[in-house]
């Protein structure tokens, strides 16, 4: 009984669940009174990011999904809007630097900066796809490019969560 429940809490995608519950509570505490030129920096795409940038498409979708779930918890959008979003750009992540051999560290926070610009993008694109009306705005890209210079700034720190969070245990 005691094994199982270590192997549940040592489980990569429980670790994900917690760290992300973490970062919630600083996405809307912290990061919502602390607007740098009046843009809210978005600490649910910049793990996606990272998390597909160092694992590869296939589990930035997947992390980017449960993020956004957990997310699409406390905003005021449709159940699943996030999740689609950051699914796809965590699928983005990992495509990106798929056709460079090795990549280094340069290149995966330079990825995590693009990918932060395309994700916060896609936000008011998918919500106008589904009928919300006035979020395609020009402002949206000033948006879209402080939200990515700032993840690529915080990327190399969201690179080293990502991987103590999603790596895979051993025994597993």
């Known amino acids: 009984m005691i ?17 992300t519950l973490l970062l919630l509570g600083i996405q809307t505490t912290l990061l919502n009174d602390m607007r740098p030129f009046g843009v809210m920096i978005q600490a649910m795409l910049l793990l996606v990011a990272a998390a597909g940038v160092v694992y590869g498409s296939e589990v930035g979708a997947i992390a980017g999904f449960v993020v956004g779930l957990m997310y699409d918890g406390v905003l005021a959008t449709p159940l699943g809007l996030s999740g689609l979003v950051l699914g796809v750009t965590g699928a983005l992540a990992g495509t990106l630097l798929y056709f ?26 998918f919500q106008a796809l589904i009928g919300f009306e006035g ?20 990327a190399p720190l969201a690179i080293g969560l990502s991987r103590w969070t999603l790596r895979e245990n051993s025994g597993n």
């Open 3 to 19: 094994l199982r429940l270590i192997a549940f809490v040592s489980n990569r995608w429980t670790r994900l669940v917690l760290v």
């Open 100 to 125: 460079l051999r090795e990549p280094t560290w340069w290149s995966r926070v330079l990825a995590v900066g693009v990918v932060s610009v395309a994700g916060e993008l896609l936000f008011p694109l």
């Open 135 to 154: 979020w395609l705005q020009p402002r949206a890209i000033r948006v879209a490019f402080v939200v990515g210079l700032f993840n690529l700034l915080l």
